[in-house]
């Protein structure tokens, strides 16, 4: 009854969007590809990563949909929810959902045979690096790591829109319930001072792990995780910017999950077609 009345809800999201349709712009808004693990393809499994509040059903399983056409096996999951509130993810420690994904990273290589992509947005972005740092052997299972708009350097925003946003003003007052009921511990750790801040910061230098190729994706009109809070400025990191083949887009933060100009990147650096810069660009979702 919970998750088809919440499901419902999110459905609800393009009465929320009165001047950009997702839906009309073929955008599936509720909803993920299952969990194939019978699932052929030349491509690494992709192991896809949703944001702060929201859940494996919205934000990133448009992009799912996506790379299902262009040939690649993806599998996701809710990661750091509360077991009152099982559709509000990535509120839990940062640290006890790096390992839900972690473990869950080492089913889809050890029932697929192959090594993982990661692809996360906002709080997910994060886990595309936090989990390989502190998850022991971790990043042996992982080959590139694709993060949109994380907040590595200490968020002073810290993601709330993707779930809250979509279904206008009945899903942000559950998730303000959520967060008065049992609270969002990751908020304070992606925070600066925070635990996670904290460990980029130790770690600083040697962020990105042995053997693992990494993109982070940046928007110059985020203005909610701005582009220096992201770039992580080391050997074997690629920092990219939309405007860098999109000039005139200017989505934001929460519209990074839909863009099709960041899918077009997205799928560039998982094939490594670095040099490719033509992808389909249009005016992407400015919040």
Not at 59 to 78: A, M, R, V
Not at 79 to 97: C, N, Q
Not at 120 to 128: I, R
């Amino acid at each position: 009854m919970l998750k088809t009345a919440l499901l419902s809800l999110f459905a609800a999201s393009a009465q929320a969007l009165p001047s950009y349709d997702l839906q009309a712009r073929g955008t599936q808004l509720v909803g993920h590809p299952p969990n194939n693990f019978g699932c052929k393809s030349d491509h690494n499994p992709v192991v896809v990563l949703h944001g702060l509040s929201a859940n494996k059903h919205v934000d990133l399983n448009s992009l799912q949909y996506h790379l299902n056409e262009k040939g690649f096996c993806t599998f996701t999951l809710t990661y750091g929810a509360h077991k009152l509130f099982p559709l509000v993810g990535g509120i839990k420690p940062m640290a006890e959902s790096a390992k839900e994904i972690a473990a869950f990273i080492e089913e889809v290589a050890s029932k697929t045979g192959k090594k993982v992509d990661l692809v996360g947005h906002s709080e997910g972005g994060v886990m595309t690096l936090y989990v390989p740092l502190t998850q022991s052997g971790i990043a042996n299972k992982i080959e590139r790591t694709v993060a949109l708009g994380p907040a590595i350097h200490g968020a002073k925003y810290y993601g709330l829109t993707d779930l809250a946003w979509l279904g206008g003003d009945l899903s942000a007052s559950m998730v303000e319930k959520v967060l008065r009921t049992v609270g969002a511990p990751a908020i304070a750790d992606m925070a600066t001072g925070g635990a996670v801040h904290k460990a980029f910061e130790k770690a600083k230098g040697n962020i990105l792990q042995s053997g693992v190729k990494a993109t982070v994706i940046m928007s110059k009109s985020d203005t909610l995780v701005e582009p220096e809070t992201s770039i992580v400025d080391e050997k074997g990191v690629r920092n990219l910017y939309v405007q860098d083949y999109c000039p005139d887009d200017k989505v934001g933060h929460a519209g990074l999950a839909w863009d099709k100009g960041v899918w077009g990147i997205i799928l560039n650096e998982l094939t490594g077609e670095y040099d490719n810069k033509t992808v389909a660009c249009e005016a992407g979702l400015p919040v």
